[in-house]
């Protein structure tokens, strides 16, 4: 099924728990509701609300508000975009504009040959057209977006096909002519890294990423079962620090890794990740010194 992606929703899903209390919740009509999950716990986590008050509508634990004012801004064949958490794909500029990217596809089959990144930006007024191609040159898919000192956009995606990060550039937010650097990154010698989420504090980027084991079988690092890997580019990401594990990332805490089970942020001279997952430790490592330390 095409999928519209809708960019509004990501600001109303973050405040919903925060601007509608349970009783404005119970005042929406039945068209206006959706079934609650069913799954069982060993699927996922099955989020019943329970009521307390004898005000509150008898339909409470069994259905969930979705009204939002959604704008279209784009649309994709390609339903996963993302295993987890999600990556910076949404950028609100300082004059109020934005830039928009998600995993794009416009061939419905099982394969999507023509899969990779998209973008849409919004000039203050309206939304571009919905886009019709990607603006990398190769099959990738997982798009982090950032703007680097110069003004410059950039985007990095992976190779699903053979792991290994792809940087794609234009000359501004807003420019269509975005161009692919010559040559993937942040390449295992004997792993498929894919999944990256990245950051960056002017030219300064940094990245996460995790491996896809179904190709070439589990990568154990210092002890840990396909972690998460970390890379630092200090030149808007032409060249890359050598892959490696963040400091406390070892195996005295963490046996395995996953896929998106992280995030990564980054303002003035802070750069912030979280790494989680099921059932393991939540961790923050932080650094004040723009990544130095």
């Given at each position: 099924?095409?999928?519209?992606?809708?960019?509004?929703?990501?600001?109303?899903?973050?405040?919903?728990?925060?601007?509608?209390?349970?009783?404005?919740?119970?005042?929406?009509?039945?068209?206006?509701?959706?079934?609650?999950?069913?799954?069982?716990?060993?699927?996922?986590?099955?989020?019943?609300?329970?009521?307390?008050?004898?005000?509150?509508?008898?339909?409470?634990?069994?259905?969930?508000?979705?009204?939002?004012?959604?704008?279209?801004i784009g649309n994709t064949?390609?339903?996963?975009?993302?295993?987890?958490?999600?990556?910076?794909?949404?950028?609100?500029?300082?004059?109020?504009?934005?830039?928009?990217?998600?995993?794009?596809?416009?061939?419905?089959?099982?394969?999507?040959?023509?899969?990779?990144?998209?973008?849409?930006?919004?000039?203050?007024?309206?939304?571009?057209?919905?886009?019709?191609?990607?603006?990398?040159?190769?099959?990738?898919?997982?798009?982090?977006?950032?703007?680097?000192?110069?003004?410059?956009?950039?985007?990095?995606?992976?190779?699903?096909?053979?792991?290994?990060?792809?940087?794609?550039?234009?000359?501004?937010?807003?420019?269509?002519?975005?161009?692919?650097?010559?040559?993937?990154?942040?390449?295992?010698?004997?792993?498929?890294?894919?999944?990256?989420?990245?950051?960056?504090?002017?030219?300064?980027?940094?990245?996460?990423?995790?491996?896809?084991?179904?190709?070439?079988?589990?990568?154990?690092?210092?002890?840990?079962?396909?972690?998460?890997?970390?890379?630092?580019?200090?030149?808007?990401?032409?060249?890359?620090?050598?892959?490696?594990?963040?400091?406390?990332?070892?195996s005295t805490r963490i046996?395995?890794?996953?896929?998106?089970?992280?995030?990564?942020?980054?303002?003035?001279?802070?750069?912030?990740?979280?790494?989680?997952?099921?059932?393991?430790?939540?961790?923050?490592?932080?650094?004040?010194?723009?990544?130095?330390?």
């Amino acid at each position: 099924m095409k999928k519209s992606i809708l960019f509004l929703a990501l600001i109303s899903v973050s405040s919903l728990g925060y601007n509608q209390s349970i009783k404005n919740l119970a005042k929406h009509s039945s068209s206006e509701l959706s079934p609650k999950y069913t799954g069982s716990a060993v699927d996922a986590p099955n989020f019943v609300l329970t009521p307390t008050d004898d005000n509150r509508s008898s339909t409470m634990g069994k259905y969930r508000s979705e009204v939002y004012d959604f704008v279209e801004i784009g649309n994709t064949y390609y339903d996963l975009q993302s295993n987890a958490s999600v990556g910076r794909r949404v950028m609100l500029h300082d004059d109020g504009t934005i830039t928009a990217s998600w995993t794009y596809s416009g061939t419905a089959s099982t394969t999507w040959p023509d899969r990779g990144g998209a973008v849409n930006y919004y000039d203050g007024t309206n939304w571009g057209s919905a886009p019709t191609a990607r603006v990398d040159n190769m099959r990738t898919g997982w798009p982090s977006i950032g703007q680097l000192a110069d003004g410059s956009m950039y985007m990095v995606t992976h190779d699903p096909a053979a792991g290994g990060m792809l940087v794609t550039r234009n000359t501004g937010k807003g420019n269509s002519d975005w161009t692919s650097d010559g040559s993937k990154v942040m390449e295992h010698a004997t792993g498929e890294l894919i999944w990256n989420r990245t950051a960056n504090l002017g030219d300064k980027m940094f990245s996460l990423s995790a491996f896809w084991a179904t190709n070439t079988g589990d990568i154990t690092v210092e002890g840990i079962v396909n972690p998460v890997m970390f890379s630092q580019s200090d030149d808007a990401g032409k060249t890359w620090t050598p892959l490696s594990l963040l400091p406390g990332y070892d195996s005295t805490r963490i046996i395995e890794g996953d896929g998106d089970t992280y995030a990564i942020d980054a303002r003035d001279s802070t750069v912030a990740i979280v790494i989680g997952g099921t059932y393991r430790d939540v961790t923050l490592f932080k650094s004040n010194d723009s990544g130095s330390t």
